[in-house]
């Protein structure tokens, strides 16, 4: 028995072929069950995500199965015959299976939303009765596979965004974001997205400053947030304790000489001042006072690298996981029966999955 | 008397601290059943071993420094393994095992004092004076340890230089509560202490009169400035480190006190 995979995925192929091969997500587990009926194929699974489409299938003869499934999806309407898609069969199926789900073969490299995504097909894929024994114990031992190598290596470590490094730093500052007032100076792209990621950790409040009100009211309402007029900032500014700057403004709008005093009054609170404008709203000089922390555009740009780099020294250890765990696998579908065996092992496994989800 | 008991219990902390110096090292620092493991089972040989030591004095083990730091470090096991599972999970947890296999070690390196069954009946507010004032100071260890790893982590905030193991560090203000909450813990339980001390007419030891109301005095201050919110952490922690050391200090004037 072999494990084949077809696919084409960000690697391979821009956004403009991808989306020609979309499929919807009410339409995977049907696709995925009259993949796996095909003749010379047994069972199916169809991952489908913005960055990849891949087809996979358990066959006795791998040419054959190849086949099967070029021919399946030309008359689907997908020409796969072209350069964007690969093949891979036995232990190289196996394997770029294992890498996907542990987030090795993703566009931002650790990254574990394609996990719940990965989980899904094979969910819909179970539910539209299109897999058996061996494509059950693949994506089994594929999530196993994930969660070891997420626990044990620092793969997933880190934030590799600006926004996401912001969100990380006030986290290790305050802890639970949920007694947290945020307030934003100048709703900007980059303001709205870490105010954003602030807001979808459940601060408590947030206040938007904007030299434009109705922009100011925009953002507020989207964030549930309250607008201020951009001269009355200071005086809601004391309860603050995550401070974002992104204005357009030519010279600093908080300075170490306003900030001083404000500080003093409160020595057991700290203040995380998250300055995104270039020029620089916040001067540089605050850092100093006790208790406040303040991080620009560049330092914020500095993290997300630095964690990024982090995960890609992680990757020789994660292959050397999934190189015994492909191993492992090759050996047990050398002893294992016949292609089409679906009822054994399908309903624990599905639950177990659903759990997980 | 036979220092086995002590000799594992010292072995068990080495563990949890080699364990976290690895864990650390290899970047995979999580919060690991293993350093708490060896925490129990370090606390477990340690009580054994003042047991005994107890039975063959006759009295709580506090009259020297070797019994001293035993003590001390058995407190602060304790306290470490009662301030609950978030604490203990965490890295302030971890880092407790080098604290308490570092005053145990300087123990183990010195002679045990010959066990001298005391004439003198057993007075009850001597015994609780010097027990509870030395937990005590194992709440303060604690808060030294928080103290010092809530400058730590600020430094990191400050230079804007993360060292890979920053993220595994407790959130600055869960520090900087904790440090407040073991000043607390531990000045309670000194004044206790001291209380009990007087009650018992302690008072005529001078010198350890004087250094134990100079270490009441500082922290007395520590917990009023904390209590108003007139001072930063960061200052708390600077404090709550000297103060240890003073404090630390004082053992050495109990040793010269049971020699003299």
Redesign the interface.
Known sequence: MEILCLGLNHRTAPVELRERFAIADHEVGVFANELGRQEGLGEGVVICTCNRVEFYAASQNAEAGFAAMERFLQGRGMDVSGDAFFRYRGKEGIRHLFRVVSGLDSMVLGETEILGQVKKAYQAAQEGKATARHLNKLFQRAFNVAKEVRT???IT??SVSVGSAAV??A?????KLARCTVMILGAGEMSELTAGALHARGVKSIFVANRSYERAQSLAERMSGKAVHFEQWPSEFSDVDILIGSTSAPHHVLTHSQLAPIMAQR??R?LFCIDLAVPRDIDPEV?RI??V?L?DID?LQ??AD?SLE?RRQELGVCEAMIAGHVEDFARWLLTSGTPRDRDEGGAGELRSVRGGI | MDRISLVISTLCFLLGFAYTMYALGA??YRGSPLNFCAMVAGFGFQTVWLYQRGQMVGRCPLGSLFDLLVFLAWSVTLLYLLTGTTYRLSLLGALTSPLVFLLQGAALLMETPVAVKSGTPVKPWLELHAAVSVVAYGAFALASIAGGMMLF?ERQ??T?R?H?F??H??????L?AANRRLIYVGFSLLSVGLLAGVLNGVAHVGLLRIVSAGVWLLYAFLCLALRN???????VSWLAIGAFLILLLTVWTVEIVARG
């Open positions: 044990n290596t620092n470590r880190g990380e730093l986290e290790q500052i305050f802890g020595p057991a700290p850092n006790d208790g922390y991080y330092s500095a993290i630095q982090v | 970047r995979v982590q905030l400050k804007r993360l890979s920053f993220f560090l407790p959130p600055i203000q869960e900087a919110s007139t001072i930063s952490p960061h200052r």
